[in-house]
Nanobody, 121 residues
Framework: QVRLVESGGGLVQPGGSLRLSCVAS????????MGWYRQAPGDQRELVAG???????NYADSVKGRFTISRDNANDTVYLQMNSLEPEDTAVYYC???????????????WGQGTQVTVSS
């Protein structure tokens, strides 16, 4: 059974930093995409940052220059370093991975449970 567990959310003042982590567990064979999404109340879930197995990275325009995504392939972990946080970054942040597990020959998408990030003075 594949499971994604996020950590690192919390309350931070504007201009502050947080680092989110998401680790996958289970009989994982390969992960071809790792990403972070966020959803604020009343809004659609949106992609914040994503990284492929080949290291290709993309960011939402609103976070470019402030957020950095990275992955640790050996430990099936993805990170999101968030700097210069703004109140508009307040949301529940979700980890998503596209991975192949066990004896399956195809990739499936898995989501974490979400971690709250609140930016407020």
């Amino acid at each position: 059974q594949v499971r994604l567990v996020e950590s690192g959310g919390g309350l931070v003042q504007p201009g502050g930093s947080l680092r989110l982590s998401c680790v996958a567990s289970g009989s994982i064979v390969s992960i071809n995409f790792m990403g972070w999404y966020r959803q604020a109340p009343g809004d659609q879930r949106e992609l914040v940052a994503g990284i492929t197995i080949h290291g290709s990275i993309n960011y939402a325009d609103s976070v470019k220059g402030r957020f950095t995504i990275s992955r640790d392939n050996a430990n099936d972990t993805v990170y999101l370093q968030m700097n210069s946080l703004e109140p508009e970054d307040t949301a529940v942040y979700y980890c998503k991975m596209s991975l192949r597990s066990g004896l399956l020959t195809y990739y499936s998408a898995y989501w974490g449970q979400g971690t709250q990030v609140t930016v407020s003075s």
